[in-house]
T-cell receptor, first 115, second 111 residues
Framework: GAVVSQHPSRVICKSGTSVKIECRSL??????MFWYRQFPKQSLMLMAT?????????EQGVEKDKFLINHASLTLSTLTVTSAHPEDSSFYIC???????????FGPGTRLTVL | QKEVEQDPGPLSVPEGAIVSLNCTYS??????FMWYRQYSRKGPELLMY????GNKEDGRFTAQVDKSSKYISLFIRDSQPSDSATYLC???????????FGQGTRLTINP
């Protein structure tokens, strides 16, 4: 299957700092990438849909000024959590969509802890 | 009512048993059906992908889609402790951007 990587896998930061998470499709081009958030023992919560070269589409309740998404190329999307606070601590997962059908391939996730 | 319903479990079975995981859905327009496996603290991994109705088999895994009943299943034969994970069903409409996920079923295979 297609491979999606995320970096970093884990980050610990102080409250008020910004954190950038990278998502890369390694062996295919992804016109669409997705960012999810997952709390313990819960399913995935879609935060935003990112299309290459255009602005991201955010889900209701997700602050676009806090969670900045950039999709500059067909293989790279970044999520920046600005002025992070402890309540932003979570598991962030990206996915990339193959053109055919609705299949999404997921990255390994990034665990963010804000102190 | 949720668009996709999945029993969260937990489900615990002995090694070697046949496992049946299921999801029901309400949107008859769904055409693409997926099963993902997620280990603790990892991203979901695509296991099976089915378009429209029918069965699909891959090794020990079989996916079934019954569109008339709006019901999908994943069967795991000869279950192994390494199959212990959370299993998520997901589905979407042709041309749609988003996947709709079930809640996920936590499965434990006991040696």
């Amino acid at each position: 299957g297609a491979v999606v990587s995320q970096h970093p896998s884990r980050v610990i930061c102080k409250s008020g700092t910004s954190v950038k998470i990278e998502c890369r499709s390694l062996d295919f081009q992804a016109t669409t990438m997705f960012w999810y958030r997952q709390f313990p023992k819960q399913s995935l919560m879609l935060m935003a849909t990112s299309n290459e070269g255009s602005k991201a589409t955010y889900e209701q309740g997700v602050e676009k000024d806090k969670f900045l998404i950039n999709h500059a190329s067909l293989t790279l999307s970044t999520l920046t959590v600005t002025s992070a606070h402890p309540e932003d601590s979570s598991f962030y997962i990206c996915s990339a969509r193959v053109l055919a059908g609705g299949i999404q391939f997921f990255g390994p996730g990034t665990r963010l802890t804000v102190l | 009512q949720k668009e996709v319903e999945q029993d969260p479990g937990p489900l615990s079975v002995p090694e070697g048993a046949i496992v049946s995981l299921n999801c029901t859905y309400s949107n008859s327009a769904f055409q693409y059906f997926m099963w993902y496996r997620q280990y603790s603290r990892k991203g979901p991994e695509l296991l099976m992908y089915t378009y429209s109705s029918g069965n699909k088999e891959d090794g020990r895994f079989t996916a079934q889609v019954d569109k008339s009943s709006k019901y999908i299943s994943l069967f795991i034969r000869d279950s192994q402790p390494s199959d212990s994970a959370t299993y998520l069903c997901a589905m979407t409409v042709q041309g749609a951007q988003k996947l709709v996920f079930g809640q996920g079923t936590r499965l434990t295979i006991n040696p």
